[in-house]
């Protein structure tokens, strides 16, 4: 599986804001943010899940018990020929496929947040999460599909202020048809949240999580800083 993460870090890049809502002035109204692990019966308020039972699945793992996730925002789309010729162009190149075998795609993102504080507040740590992730993904065998991160600042409010990084996970596939390229994107979707739940990526036992209602302040690591020796 082609899989690779990049950074949108620097102090003016665009903010990752949890809870969110497209209608502050009502903010229970319209598309909003969903806290899945408190409440994960709201699932059923999310629209982009109501015909796409693999990313309801994905939704419910990474938001749960267990998870070193909380997941902020979703979405999935098709990759029609005619209208996205040159993107699908491009990721055929990289995956090295046949020109047959890549007329359409299928593709999503998830906005994550790290549960664990400290890795939450560390770019560096995330960093290198993102590196194993990585490394771990390319072993998938998925070779018609594509996982990207991008690392980006993050401000959560759920029981206090926290700044910290999230991630956006995106995962594309592409096929000779419609049908083909979505159930290629369901297989590395599956592969993908199974290799994120995995137990070395839970939060440590007893630490401190966002999600806690004790919140309190953290100093924001951004790229470029020196990390203190217990990060």
Known sequence: MLS????????DAPTLIVPWSENPSDPNTGSRFFDLRTNPYDIAEIPE???NPTLARALRSLNATRSPFLTAKCDTWS??????ADALEALRLELMLADEDALYGFASYIDLLWRERSVFASA??????????????????????ALECVLRPALLDLSGPLEGFAFTLY???LGPEPEIARRRWELAMEDIVDLLRGKELEPARGSATIDSTDAYPLRV????????PDE
């Not at 560096?124 to 599909?145: G, K, N, S, T, W």
């Open 124 to 145: 560096h740590q995330q960093q290198d999460r993102l590196d194993r992730i990585m490394r771990r993904a390319q072993r998938l065998q998925h070779p018609e599909a």
């Open 171 to 173: 995962i594309t596939a």
């Open 221 to 228: 690591r951004h790229l470029g800083q020196n990390p203190s």
């Open 49 to 51: 899940v109501e015909h």
């Open 79 to 84: 990759l029609p020929g005619t209208d996205d």
């Open 4 to 11: 690779e993460w990049t950074a949108e870090c620097s102090h």
